[in-house]
């Protein structure tokens, strides 16, 4: 399996980015995917997990802000981030698991500054 996420770069405080992660490869139509995101001196942490057949779960920051979709016709999973913050600022890695196995994408940086 591989992913391959686009679509960070620099925003303003407030400003919206659209992550992109397609999936190739073998795997299964069941599966969760989803984003993780990490910053200097932090553990990669999730923040936004969505299964299959479309539920979804976010880490409380970003609850209200980020929305996590799929398109599972062509396999890809997105992050729609808007009113971003400073905090925001990362490296964002996209995810698959299936049968329980773990499948990281690159990360995107996402820098929020002014």
């Known amino acids: 399996v591989q992913l391959q996420a686009s679509g960070g770069g620099l925003v303003q405080p407030g400003g919206s980015l659209r992550l992109s992660c397609a999936a190739s490869?073998?795997?299964?139509?069941?599966?969760?995917m989803g984003w993780y995101r990490q910053t200097p001196g932090k553990q990669r942490g999730l923040i936004a997990l969505?299964?299959?057949?479309?539920?979804?779960n976010y880490e409380d920051s970003v609850k209200g802000r980020f929305t996590v979709s799929r398109d599972n016709a062509k396999n890809t999973v997105y992050l729609q981030m808007n009113n971003l913050k400073r905090e925001d600022t990362a490296v964002y890695y996209c995810?698959?698991?299936?049968?329980?196995?773990?499948?990281w994408g690159q990360g995107t940086l996402v820098t929020v500054s002014s």
């Open positions: 969505i299964s299959s057949d479309g539920m979804t």
């Open positions: 490869g073998s795997f299964s139509s069941i599966n969760a």
């Open positions: 995810y698959l698991i299936q049968r329980g196995i773990p499948y």
